[in-house]
């Protein structure tokens, strides 16, 4: 019996050019499938106002953090104002902690930069560092006793004074 090469290539091209087709167009299937999936779920839409407790659970001048939304609330010990800081640097967009053991002119308490060190006081104002203006708030309002947060009311924050007297917490 006498079998040419041309008899053993022609099937395996055969099943070869096959899968060459069907994996494509299985691929194809499951990512249309995909898309049409993502289409019937429900998109998750975050709150727009966040309810951050009321006045007394905050002492003057120790921010406390809300991870989820990424802010920073401050009872200024002043005026027992309430703000809402957006816990990102505007420049480096790198998070914003509170170290009350950095100290900067003289004045322990400030949030840090962790990227370039930008140095801002209780109010978000810019003092240290490369940073050109504040961080940004949210807009707070008072029902009652509750502190609400407006996650949908942003404003940027105010442009770098250097002359201005920075905001130290209480020692």
């Known amino acids: 019996m006498n079998v040419g090469i041309g008899t053993v ?37 975050p709150p727009e106002l966040v309810t951050a407790g009321t006045v007394s659970q905050y002492e003057p001048g120790e921010p406390k953090y809300f991870e989820d939304e990424k802010i920073w609330m401050v009872r200024l010990p002043e005026t027992d104002t309430m703000l809402a800081l957006y816990g990102v640097d505007p420049a480096s ?20 930069d962790a990227c370039r060190g930008s140095a ?23 029902q009652q006793a509750d502190v ?9 924050g105010h442009p770098r004074d250097d002359g201005a007297k920075p905001l130290a917490p209480p020692q």
């Open 120 to 142: 801002y006081d209780l109010r978000g104002n810019c003092f240290g560092g490369p940073c050109e203006r504040g961080l940004s708030r949210f807009k707070v309002t008072l």
């Open 9 to 45: 290539v022609r099937p395996a091209w055969r099943r070869l050019s096959t899968l060459g087709i069907a994996i494509p167009l299985l691929m194809g299937v499951v990512l249309v499938a995909l898309v049409l999936m993502s289409f019937t779920r429900d998109a998750y839409e």
């Open 93 to 112: 967009r790198c998070i914003v902690p509170w170290t009350p053991a950095h100290e900067l002119n003289g004045i322990r308490g400030w949030f840090v």
């Open 148 to 156: 609400i947060v407006s996650l949908t009311d942003l404003e940027p």
